[in-house]
T-cell receptor, first 118, second 117 residues
């Protein structure tokens, strides 16, 4: 257990379904991230939240909708997905800023949610 | 934009062999550099990092040196074990306008390492 918990670990959904991925961190970090990991491709940064505010949206399609109600929780709402969206979705957190010291920029990842879109 | 290029895998070695996984990067200024490792069924874990030129990061017998002149951060280990079998990712974190790093990482595509007994 790394301190970042993702649920569910596995999800199968049809293209017309609506589902959500959940991420929770118990590390007191101030930034949270969603990454997409597809086979034979680099990790793709999707969204960044800093102190609950979205600071990055890497041209992600609107069928992916993030939500960050507080600095410990991050959601990824999914609707009308495509089969090519099947991937491992990784949540991460970090403590950023000058006060972070040696731990700055170090991401702590969850185990991921394996999504299959039929 | 920033980018990270890793050697193509998969890499297959026998136990106690020497390991090198090459990593080169393109970025402005002086980014921080990282190696992350992903064991089967798990998320990524930080293996080591270096924040300035000529720094050497090390952990669990792995080492990597930040080479500004060759824009490289190659991962090495003198004697690999079966338990080192995993996917290894090189990554960089850029500097923001204020001259400090922040946590938005750019990753390489990953290199699969398999170590046989």
């Amino acid at each position: 257990e790394t301190g970042v918990t993702q649920t569910p670990r596995h999800l199968v959904m049809g293209m017309t379904n609506k589902k959500s991925l959940k991420c929770e961190q118990h590390l007191g970090h101030n930034a949270m991230y969603w990454y997409k990991q597809s086979a034979k491709k680099p990790l793709e940064l999707m969204f960044v939240y800093n102190f609950k505010e979205q600071t990055e949206n890497n041209s992600v399609p609107s069928r992916f909708s993030p939500e960050c109600p507080n600095s410990s929780h991050l959601f990824l709402h999914l609707h009308t997905l495509q089969p090519e969206d099947s991937a491992l979705y990784l949540c991460a957190s970090s403590q950023d800023g000058l006060e972070a010291g040696k731990s700055a920029n170090v991401l702590t990842f969850g185990a991921g949610s394996r999504l299959t879109v039929l | 934009g920033d980018s990270v290029t890793q050697m193509e895998g998969p890499v297959t070695l026998s136990e106690e062999a020497f390991l090198t996984i090459n990593c080169t990067y393109t970025a402005t200024g002086y980014p921080s550099l990282f190696w992350y490792v992903q064991y089967p069924g798990e998320g990524l874990q930080l293996l080591l990092k270096a924040t300035k030129a000529d720094d050497k990061g090390s952990n669990k017998g792995f080492e990597a040196t930040y080479r500004k002149e060759t824009t490289s951060f190659h991962l090495e280990k003198g004697s690999v074990q079966v338990s080192d079998s995993a996917v290894y990712f090189c990554a960089l974190s850029p500097l923001n306008a204020g001259g400090t790093s922040y946590g938005k990482l750019t990753f390489g595509q990953g290199t699969i390492l398999t170590v046989h007994p």
